[in-house]
Each structure stands twice: as structure tokens, then as C-alpha cells.
């Protein structure tokens, strides 16, 4: 209990606080994250047989189909009561690795996709954003939905967000670097810390001489980064810790 009250404290006196958040926060959701044991989304599917450019070249339709059927499953979920709580630190920086929408549907408008995000699809070739699909009905887990075409080009197109070897989108990085570079606190929460450049943030945030809190139910990397480690869940800590450290926000 001491370390919540230790982490509203550093909320509460905090001028400028960036919540950086992974797929945890949306576990509470009904979304599976990538790593954890069993649930995690990767142990029913090889990631490099997915989330690369080359798996969508030589399998269009199983990588767009996939991301259909996920994009189709988070449509279906909705933002919990950790969403809601960082909705409600009204001048946070949040910066996600997430691609879902759950941040911007608890509040969150302006949260920074550093891996894109499943509803903002573009053309393969010419990179023109293109319009979301309005195929009814949840595509089948692994079934193969040939992806629309560009209508500029014709190019194939593809999900919105960052495969493995692809750089993360420029202004996004920025924006997340200089956001971690100038606050003094940053809340870290549901993420494993292990994927680069986006797990950099809270490191730089630490170096520029912020207090990070971290918020996971289990360790991480992130532990030796952390001034206070909140072991516990997004929907459970960060209710209370937000209420401890603007009671009166809470109010409302
Ligand atoms: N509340 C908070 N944290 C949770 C919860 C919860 N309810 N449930 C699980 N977690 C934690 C796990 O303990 C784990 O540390 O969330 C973390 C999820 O880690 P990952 O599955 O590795 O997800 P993430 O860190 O977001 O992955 C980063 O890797 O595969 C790429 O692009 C993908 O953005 C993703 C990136």
C-alpha cells in the first residue's frame, strides 16, 4: 500500500506525466496480449508468420484476414475501468504500442500509435490511407479475407500497423521521445518492455530524470526502471491510484 501512496504522490506534484502503455491494459478488455503464457495471442499464432512484410507478400489473404479478426474482435470489446482512468488524467502524453482503439473510445483522443493502429489501413504501394472494410460479420479466427485494392493504384492494402522489421511511424517516435525527454513522471503500464524502440521510452524517460511507475501484475525489464512497481492489473491499480493522486477529479 505504501508504494501506491508513494506513486500518487509523485502523480499528484507531477507538472508534465506520460502513460506509456502494452498490451495489458487492454487484457482487462478481452483483448490477449502477445507474451503472456497461454492467453498470449502469439501462442496461437507464429508472429513471424504474420506480423512481416513477407508473410503479407507471399499470404495476402491469411495476414489481412487475421488482422481482420482482430480488428473485428476489438470492435466487439470495449475500453475498461484502466482505459477510463487514464482518460481522466486530463493533460497526460499517452503513448501506446497497442493498435487497438480502446484509448481514444475511454477519452484518450490524441494517444500516440507507435505500432499504427488495426482501423487505419493503406494501400501497400502508394501508401494512400484507405477506407476500413465494411464487410458485416466477424471473419473466422485464421480465415483468409482477400484484401481490398487501392483505389489510386490497385495496390494490395494492408494493416495500419508495424510488422516486425518495419520502422515505427516517424512523428509517432518523436512526438513519444520528446514527451518521455521532458516529463517528470512516467507511468508505465501492461507492457513486457522487451520490443525496441518503443520499450526505449520509459528508459529515456528515466535517464531525463522522471519518476517512472510501472504497473504490471508481473515482473519486467522494466522493474530496475521503475521508482515504484505496482504489482497489480491496469483496471484494478489505476482507478485507485488516479483518485489517490487528483481526489478531486475523482469527484467528478
Ligand atoms: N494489467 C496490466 N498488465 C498486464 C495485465 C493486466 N490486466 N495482463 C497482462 N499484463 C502484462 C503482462 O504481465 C506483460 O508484461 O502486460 C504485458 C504484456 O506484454 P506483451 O504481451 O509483450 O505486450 P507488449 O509489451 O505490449 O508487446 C510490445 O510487441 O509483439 C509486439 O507489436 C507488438 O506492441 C507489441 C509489442
Not at 33 to 43: K, P, Q, S
Not at 99 to 123: I, W
Amino acid at each position: 500500500m505504501a508504494d501506491v501512496r508513494e506513486a500518487a504522490k509523485l502523480l499528484e506534484k507531477a507538472q508534465r506525466v506520460v502513460v506509456f502503455t502494452g498490451a495489458g491494459i487492454s487484457a482487462e478488455s478481452g483483448v490477449p496480449t502477445f507474451r503472456d503464457a497461454l492467453t498470449g495471442l502469439w501462442e496461437r499464432f507464429d508472429a513471424q508468420s504474420l506480423a512481416t512484410p513477407q508473410a503479407f507478400q507471399d499470404d495476402p489473404d491469411l495476414v489481412w484476414g487475421w488482422y481482420e479478426w482482430r480488428r473485428h474482435r476489438v470492435s466487439t470489446v470495449h475500453p475498461n475501468p484502466g482505459h477510463l482512468a487514464v482518460a481522466a488524467m486530463k493533460n497526460a502524453v499517452v503513448i501506446t504500442q497497442n493498435v487497438d482503439d480502446l484509448h481514444e473510445r475511454a477519452g484518450s483522443a490524441d494517444t500516440v500509435h507507435l505500432h499504427g493502429s488495426l482501423f487505419m489501413p493503406r494501400c501497400s504501394q502508394c501508401g494512400e490511407a484507405a477506407a476500413l472494410p465494411s464487410t458485416t460479420g466477424e471473419p473466422d479466427e485464421g480465415r483468409r479475407v482477400w484484401p481490398p485494392s487501392c483505389v489510386r493504384c490497385a495496390g494490395l492494402i494492408r494493416p495500419g500497423v508495424v510488422w516486425f522489421g518495419e520502422a515505427l511511424p516517424e512523428a509517432a517516435l518523436e512526438a513519444a521521445a520528446r514527451a518521455a525527454s521532458d516529463c517528470d513522471v512516467l507511468l508505465t503500464v501492461g507492457t513486457s518492455g522487451m520490443v525496441y524502440p518503443a520499450a526505449e521510452i520509459p528508459r529515456l524517460a528515466a535517464r531525463s530524470g522522471a519518476a517512472v511507475i510501472q504497473v504490471n501484475p508481473q515482473p519486467t525489464p522494466l522493474d530496475s526502471v521503475a521508482l515504484v512497481n505496482l504489482r497489480g492489473s491496469a483496471a484494478q491499480v489505476l482507478p485507485d491510484l488516479a483518485a489517490r493522486a487528483w481526489p478531486d477529479q475523482a469527484a467528478e
